[in-house]
């Protein structure tokens, strides 16, 4: 399986951005799956993550009111919305498929993909 999240770009803070994550394989449906993501400087932390039929999502505390994620399994992909940016989200995003463990532990995740960079301006 390989993931590829893509979508990441400059903003100014208060902006919105859609992050995207594309499966290469179908079986993905049939697992949760996580968005994660790492500040320079810092280790990896854990976004976001979203049930296999879509229905239930959960956060850190840092992104609850500000980023939704969905997906559609269909079309073997996630997306990761982040509104109200701020400079402290200029990160790596990550996504992942959730294997077994706590969802908030990186540990928990496989088939991490190439990440993509989010910049966000003051």
């Known amino acids: 399986v390989q993931l590829q999240a893509s979508g990441g770009g400059l903003v100014q803070a208060g902006g919105s951005l859609s992050l995207s994550c594309a499966s290469s394989?179908?079986?993905?449906?049939?697992?949760?799956m996580g968005w994660f993501r790492r500040a320079p400087g810092k280790e990896r932390e854990f976004v976001g993550g979203v049930s296999w039929r879509g229905d239930n999502t959960y956060f850190a505390d840092f992104a609850k009111g500000r980023f939704t994620i969905s997906r559609d399994n269909a079309k073997n992909a996630m997306n990761l919305q982040m509104n109200s940016l701020k400079p402290e989200d200029t990160a790596v995003y990550y996504c992942?498929?959730?294997?077994?463990?706590?969802?908030?532990?990186?540990?928990?995740?496989?088939?991490w993909g190439k990440g993509t960079l989010v910049t966000v301006s003051s």
């Open positions: 992942a498929v959730y294997i077994s463990g706590g969802y908030y532990y990186p540990s928990s995740y496989r088939y």
């Open positions: 394989r179908r079986t993905v449906s049939n697992n949760a």
